[in-house]
């Protein structure tokens, strides 16, 4: 039997890694776009930009464990039927593959080549060469990235301006009022916050001569170093074609036990991939760690043979202006919304806890989740009170 994993990330590691603690010990290839060794996301908006850490590798012996590393090799296409995979290096056979191809950042029509990404090694490094101290850094997007990069950004002693094209910052993640309250961190970090502010180009800045962002009300922003953080897209062009389905927002559209549709022996885990969730009543595409470290555990015993389920209670964390920001959970337009204090909110349907959000909060957090695993009904008097420990509700 041959396994061939395509994507290096956390998913495509974590699955190989897995199927290994499960016993599997046929074939098993590991196929990474990037050439370097495999490494985590996660720290490259944090430790890695701030120059506290070189690098964030995974700290795995990939001999030791019998997984043969193809980095630097890029599959282009598939031909399921046949059990071949297409790389820029030649054909690679397989029994069963898997998709673990992660996503790739957006890019603003016309971006220069000077404005910054960050998603890759590469990025995180080349951004933090040009983080020196007064820099004028405009990062586009107030979302997850963009309010981690301006917190670095800030601590590293540069002028930051954030620029949003919602009204309040982490638009696309959280109601408006739990963004909105975000607004406050940006003024106490000194970095200036635009929302509503749409950007109609970006000029690149040349030697002795800075760039700037430009906004579609007229206002420029100069900037010594542009960052564009405004989202991320499931990475399966390459599918095109190969009978893979697709779902409307091109993630892999896997079954509940995160076989890929439309093929046969074929499985996606982590960002590259959606997943009905019987939990939740429908479709998640999740962009987040946790996300690729579960699945890929599900993929390994499913690979083997077993009917797994993947069901999780979707779990990120952001570390932004100085506070860490926790949600597990879905919630939807429907749920109820409860205050716990000022840092934490619960999200109830019928009297059970489906999702939690907390700012500095992590026993909430820690609680909250067990709950919304568990099901189980809560007394909403005694869960709004923050001095009854959530998992007394
Ligand atoms: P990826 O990590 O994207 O890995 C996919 C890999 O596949 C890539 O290395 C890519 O080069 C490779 N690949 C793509 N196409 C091909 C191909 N055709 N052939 C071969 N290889 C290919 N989540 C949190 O919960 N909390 C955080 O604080 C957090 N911070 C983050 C900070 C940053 C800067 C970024 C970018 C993400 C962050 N995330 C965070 C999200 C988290 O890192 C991702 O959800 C996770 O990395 C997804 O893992 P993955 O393996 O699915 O995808």
């Given amino acids: 039997m041959a396994v061939v994993i395509v994507g290096a990330g956390m998913a495509g590691v974590q699955t190989a890694v897995a199927l290994r603690q499960q016993g599997y ?4 290839t590991l196929l990474g776009a990037e050439p370097h060794p495999p490494y985590d996301r996660p720290p490259l908006s944090k430790d890695v930009l701030l120059g ?14 019998g997984i043969e590393l193809a980095l630097g090799r890029r599959a282009l296409s598939l031909d399921a039927d046949g059990h071949q995979l297409r790389t820029d290096a030649g054909d690679l056979s397989y029994d069963q593959l898997v ?3 992660g996503a790739a950042p957006i890019a603003l029509p016309g971006q220069p080549d000077s404005a910054f990404l960050l998603r ?50 982490l638009a696309g993640a959280l109601p408006t009022e739990l963004g909105e309250r975000t607004r406050a961190w940006y003024e106490q970090a000194g970095v200036r916050l635009l929302t509503g502010a749409a950007v109609s180009g970006i000029l690149p800045g040349g030697p002795g001569s800075p760039g700037a962002v430009h906004l579609t ?7 010594d170093a542009v960052v564009v953080g405004i989202g991320a897209r499931p990475d399966t062009g390459w599918l095109d074609g190969s009978g893979v389905a697709l779902d409307d927002r ?21 960002d590259c991939a959606s997943f009905p969730s019987r939990r939740y009543g429908r479709r998640l595409t999740v962009h987040h760690w946790d996300n690729a470290m579960q699945g890929a555990r599900v993929v390994a015993a499913n690979l083997l043979g077993g009917e797994s389920l993947y069901n999780p209670v979707p779990y990120f964390w952001s570390e932004q202006f100085g506070r860490m920001v926790q949600v597990a959970g879905v919630w939807g337009g429907d749920d109820e919304q ?8 619960l999200w109830v349907r019928d009297g059970r806890l489906v999702a939690v959000f907390t700012v500095d909060r992590p026993r909430d957090l820690a609680q909250g989740r067990k709950l919304v695993e568990s099901g189980a009904v809560l ?14 509700a």
């Fill in 379 to 392: 007394d909403l008097a005694k869960a709004a009170d923050a001095a009854v420990p959530l998992r007394s």
């Fill in 25 to 28: 010990t046929d074939g098993l």
């Fill in 250 to 270: 091109g993630a892999v559209a896997a079954d509940e036990r995160l076989r890929a549709g439309g093929v046969a022996d074929v499985f996606a885990v982590g």
């Fill in 52 to 65: 506290k850490a070189a690098d964030s590798r995974f700290e795995i012996d990939y001999a030791e464990l």
């Fill in 338 to 345: 409860i205050a716990r204090g000022d840092d934490t909110v």
């Fill in 217 to 223: 009300d007229g206002q420029e922003i100069e900037a």
């Fill in 99 to 101: 998709l673990a191809t």
């Fill in 120 to 169: 890759t090694q590469d990025d995180a490094v080349a951004l933090k060469a040009a983080l020196t101290p007064g820099a004028r850094v405009a990062v586009v997007g107030a979302g997850w990235i963009g309010a981690e990069a301006a917190t670095v950004a800030r601590q590293l002693g540069c002028e930051v301006t954030v620029v949003e094209a919602a009204p309040s910052p």
